[in-house]
């Protein structure tokens, strides 16, 4: 297993971590030695994320958090802080791009509620006790090619995706006392959301132009946003990770 440079122990907190990318990166941060919060709506699901944690030998625990409910979320991260500092942060939770909703109600879910979870993990003091002239702390969001070069036909999915990446620029600017923050923009990946795709005229042009010719696994996203996280990663800051195959260089 990679030694990313991580205190074993330290505790971290991953939103939409029942499926995906949340999985994996829930169980990778469990093999490199972390303390796993997984958060989903889907309870069941985080809590078959944890098990698995659990039975390898590591240290998870499961939280039934809908990130559309922000007293939900400030109440689930006051409960992590008190269990102990949560060092680490991963904002991956949100809808898909599919799905039919308002620009406002998008935007909402997807960045109002990372700018929720982020505030209710900074005023934990993520950082504190770290050494000096050192930045004890991180995190990382899940934002999407989509936010940063593709257009996508979804006005609220490309808008708050763009959001976050802005966002992330911001809290790097003025917050890094505190905590570093980067973002990873996947473009397209192996995850239940993209069953069938691949296979429509749509997905066959797109991978088409995908220069590594295929679909990243969501392990490959996972260890970009857990690098991004690590003290490998200490200059690391303000930064938005295009994880794409080089989709975005073919446009």
Known sequence: MADLGFTPGDRIVITGAASGIGRCAAVRAAELGLAVEAWDLNLEGAESVAAEIND??????????????????????????????????????????????????????????????????????????????????????????????????????????????????????????????????????????????????LGQDILDRIPLGRVAEPDEIAWAVLFSLSPLASYLNGQVLVVDGGWSITQ
């Open 56 to 201: 390898a030998g590591g240290r998870a625990l499961a939280r039934g958090v809908d990130v559309g409910d922000y007293p939900a979320i400030e109440q689930a991260m006051q409960a992590a802080h008190a269990e102990g500092r949560v060092r680490y942060l991963v904002n991956n939770a949100g809808p898909p791009s599919y799905l039919d909703m308002s620009f406002d109600e998008g935007v909402r879910l997807v960045l109002g509620s990372v700018r929720t979870a982020t505030d209710a993990w900074l005023a934990g003091e993520p950082g504190a006790s770290s050494e000096p002239g050192a930045v004890g702390a991180a995190m990382c969001a899940t934002a999407s090619v989509a936010g940063t070069m593709v257009g996508t036909g979804s006005n609220w999915y490309s808008a708050a995706k763009a959001g976050i990446t802005g966002y992330v620029r911001h809290l790097a600017a003025y917050r890094t006392a505190e905590a570093r923050y980067n973002a990873v923009a996947p473009g397209m990946v192996g995850t239940p959301r993209l069953a069938g795709f691949t296979a429509s005229d």
